[in-house]
C-alpha cells in the first residue's frame, strides 16, 4: 500500500523560505511519478510541481524561480523548497503519486495523497 507523509509547513514572513518533505513508501523501485499540489478555502488545488518517471521536472508558472522540486531515491523522500514565499503562496500542500501520470501537474492523475502541510505566509 503507498503511503505518503508531508512534514515541514509552517508560518513565515513574506520573502521567507520554508522546505516540505514527503515521505514515500510501497513501491516497490523508485520510477514513479510524485507532485506537489496546494489548495486554499474556497480554491481548486492546484499542481505547483511534479517529477515525472524519468526525473524531468515541471513547475506552475506562478512558483518557477521561486520554488525547487526534488526526489531523494535513496531516502525515499520528495522535497519542495520554496523560496521567496509571497502572501499568495498561503495554503494547504499536498504531496501526490502515481506509477504513471501524463499531466504532472492534474491533480486527478494521481492515486495516492498525503494528509497536507500547511504553509501560512505573512505579509
Known amino acids: 500500500q503507498v503511503q505518503l507523509v508531508e512534514s515541514g509547513g509552517g508560518s513565515v514572513q513574506a520573502g521567507g523560505s520554508l522546505r516540505l518533505s514527503c515521505v514515500v513508501s510501497?513501491?516497490?523501485?523508485?520510477?514513479?511519478?510524485v507532485g506537489w499540489f496546494r489548495q486554499s478555502p474556497g480554491k481548486e488545488r492546484e499542481g505547483v510541481a511534479a517529477?515525472?518517471?524519468?526525473?524531468?521536472?515541471s513547475y506552475a508558472d506562478s512558483v518557477k524561480d521561486r520554488f525547487t522540486i526534488s526526489k531523494d531515491n535513496a531516502k525515499n523522500t520528495l522535497y519542495l523548497q520554496m523560496n521567496s514565499l509571497k502572501p499568495e503562496d498561503t495554503a494547504m500542500y499536498y504531496c501526490?503519486?502515481?506509477?504513471?501520470?501524463?499531466?504532472?501537474?492534474?491533480?486527478?492523475?494521481?492515486?495516492?495523497w498525503g494528509q497536507g502541510t500547511q504553509v501560512t505566509v505573512s505579509s
Open positions: 501526490a503519486s502515481d506509477l504513471w501520470v501524463d499531466a504532472g501537474l492534474a491533480a486527478n492523475e494521481y492515486m495516492y
Open positions: 510501497g513501491y516497490t523501485d523508485s520510477r514513479y511519478c
Open positions: 517529477i515525472d518517471r524519468d526525473g524531468s521536472t
